[in-house]
């Protein structure tokens, strides 16, 4: 019956950039449901499996790898469930969720992170909007302003990492994936009237672009400012092969967060640079053709690298987005790339069987390489950005009718 159910996944289309071959397609309505029909026995298989007060972050070792609340990935989790919920109106997800967003709330006040947007926007941000309770709403603005709190004015960015252990190397890192912060300032400023969010918000974005980012588009991890002078320190990229490499998930982070960018301002500088990013991604020579892309696209061993789901996840939600706001010429290919990626994940080298996995959705995600960390794993955070991008393509599919 699996067999037959993944088999429902991938129909051919035309060719991805017209230069790949017997591409396949994730099936509109038929797979999108299969895919959540997954998603909900995989969840309630990992709530029996997780304790009450924590968050699912990855499984290794054959265990749960379950966090507290300050974790930066504890968002995902809620956001998981609020997701299927969405589509499958079921009722015991939304029940679960509540019960994890009341763990996670008190995180509204934590100033010493600046994955806020990740922990409470992706949580508290879509309860709210799912289910129109004002309590929510509020959550999210009292963490909004708990995240601003971390911009310093002379550097114009919000600082990722405060001094502690292995980060003393840098002065004021500021890193790539802080751009899907940025979601819930402009969110909240839009919502709450309030300026100063929204200027801290394209400050930093302003300075990521400036300074991130090489020629080709391709873009650092971590850049680090002189406290003092405000001026670049260092770039590195250390979660990356190396420094001058091109970490993915880290082009994923770039590409997702200037496309959001240029929603809520509608500047074009943000939109050229999506594309940008979204040129540099499609075209490189080291992206597979089942469009899952190595954890760096620069790693020695490619074309044996490992794989990260994860950043084929946030890509595909990334160019689903991104595809409303170009030419019909590029839209199109923003949108056969992404159900390039989604059919991929969709299929059984990457979706878990049933009551596998330990719960989680996706398999081969990778997180942290270069410290031996979370390899070849399921991570919450592509499990959010796969469900986040197939329910985008179930909208686009209603729309179409």
């Known amino acids: 019956m699996n067999k037959l159910r993944l088999a429902c996944f991938i129909v051919p289309i035309f060719m991805l950039c017209g230069c790949h071959k017997n591409v396949k397609d ?14 909900n026995t995989q969840y309630k298989y990992l709530a029996d499996l997780l304790p009450n007060d924590r ?48 763990v996670l709330e008190p995180e509204k006040t934590n100033k010493a992170t600046h994955d806020l947007g990740f922990m409470m926007f992706c949580s ?27 911009f310093d004015s002379v550097v114009g960015c919000i600082r990722s990492w405060d001094f502690s252990g292995w980060n003393n190397k840098w002065q004021y890192p500021v890193i790539i994936d802080n751009m899907m912060n940025l979601e819930m300032l402009m969110w909240a400023g839009k919502e709450f009237a309030d300026s100063t969010l929204t200027k801290i918000a394209i400050s930093h974005a302003d300075k990521t672009m400036q300074n991130h980012f090489r020629d080709d588009y391709s873009s650092y991890h971590v850049v680090s400012y002189d406290t ?7 770039k590195t990229t250390f979660q990356g092969y190396a420094d001058e490499s091109a970490w993915a998930r880290g082009q994923g982070w770039g590409l ?59 890509m595909a939600s990334a160019f689903l987005e991104l595809k409303d706001y170009v030419s019909k010429e590029d839209a199109l290919r923003y949108t056969e790339a992404a159900k390039k990626m989604l059919s991929s ?15 989680f959705l996706l398999k081969h995600s990778v997180g942290h390489f270069p410290k031996n960390s979370e390899i070849d794993t399921p991570l919450i955070y592509a499990d959010y950005y796969f469900l986040e991008a197939l329910l985008k393509l179930k909208k686009d599919e209603a729309k179409s009718y």
């Open 26 to 39: 994730i099936q509109n309505s038929s797979s999108i449901d299969s895919v959540f029909e997954r998603a």
């Open 55 to 102: 968050f699912p972050r990855s499984f290794e070792g054959n265990k749960l790898i379950a966090s507290k609340s300050n974790d930066w990935c504890s968002g995902f989790y809620p956001g998981c469930l609020l997701y299927t919920f969405e589509y499958t109106k079921d009722s015991v997800l939304l029940i679960d969720a509540e019960k994890s967003l009341k």
């Open 124 to 150: 508290f941000g879509n309860a709210y909007k799912i289910t129109g309770n004002e309590a929510y709403k509020n959550v999210v603005k009292e963490s909004a302003y708990s995240l601003a709190s971390r």
């Open 228 to 234: 003092i002078t405000g001026a670049v320190e260092k």
């Open 256 to 314: 997702y967060g200037f496309t959001m960018m240029y929603r809520f301002t509608k500047d074009q500088k943000y939109l050229n640079h999506a594309k940008g990013i979204a040129n540099y991604i499609l075209n490189n020579p080291n992206m597979p053709k089942d469009m899952i892309p190595y954890w760096d696209f620069n790693a020695l061993d490619v074309p044996t690298a490992k794989r990260d789901a994860s950043a084929a996840a946030v």
């Open 345 to 359: 994940l969709s299929g059984p080298e990457y979706l878990a069987e049933k009551e596998t996995n330990s719960g």
